[in-house]
């Protein structure tokens, strides 16, 4: 059997400009599809947080910014009945020692890395480790922030040069809840030497695979990414 290792944050406010905070977590679509189409095609699925926490969904993702309510109300009732699965994760200090063992290695996106994954050792482990091994490695919308923990005290990643994509300047700022954040993803990834791709035009479906990195640009690319992923590993 097929095995799938998802890194989730478990932040539950996002920093903004002056210290001032909001509510964040991961994003629904960005958790969900993913997560079904690799259940369906048969991977055993592993969730691990920083310290095993529970992650949380960003209620925005379930209101009018995640879709229509046909398609938010879903995730809301796929949310609950996965709720035992979020509730059971393991440490990113064990996913780390073990992540080798998993065929793909999955981040999904929301505000929420952008507050821990940013910063943490054992997720840039696991990244660094699964890059250097040509091991699958799958990253959508502001999951890529994990990478800035792999900037070393010189400004250096293993990272640079690669091709990535992750939510767009443009896209981060036609969201009006969230332009006051301290800084931007796609301006943070350049400056650390990756080579950043968008689509022409905003929320739409865009993935860039780069040997065995996977990104994926919004939610929209969601499913578009788990697929390739999985194509990779049949």
Known sequence: MSTALFIMSAARELTLKEGKTQPTGFWAEEFVVPYDLFDAAGFDITVASPEGKTPVVDEASL??????????????????????????????????????????????????????LVTDEDSATILSERLANNQILGLVCHA????????????HTPFAGKNITALSNVEEMLNPNVRNTKWLLEDRLVEAGLKFHKATLPYRP??????????????????????KMIDAVR
Do not use: C, W
């Open 144 to 155: 890529p922030a994990a990478i800035l923990a792999t900037v070393d005290s010189d400004g």
């Open 206 to 227: 865009y993935t860039k695979v780069d040997g065995a990195l996977f990104t994926g640009q919004n939610p929209q690319s969601s499913a578009q990414l788990a697929e």
């Open 63 to 116: 209101g009018l910014a995640g879709g229509l309510p046909p398609k938010t109300n879903g995730f809301r009732k796929r949310l609950d009945a996965l709720q035992d699965v979020l509730e059971n994760t393991i440490s990113l200090k064990d996913a780390a020692a073990t992540h080798e063992e998993y065929d793909v290695v999955f981040y999904p996106g929301g505000h929420a890395p952008m507050e821990d």
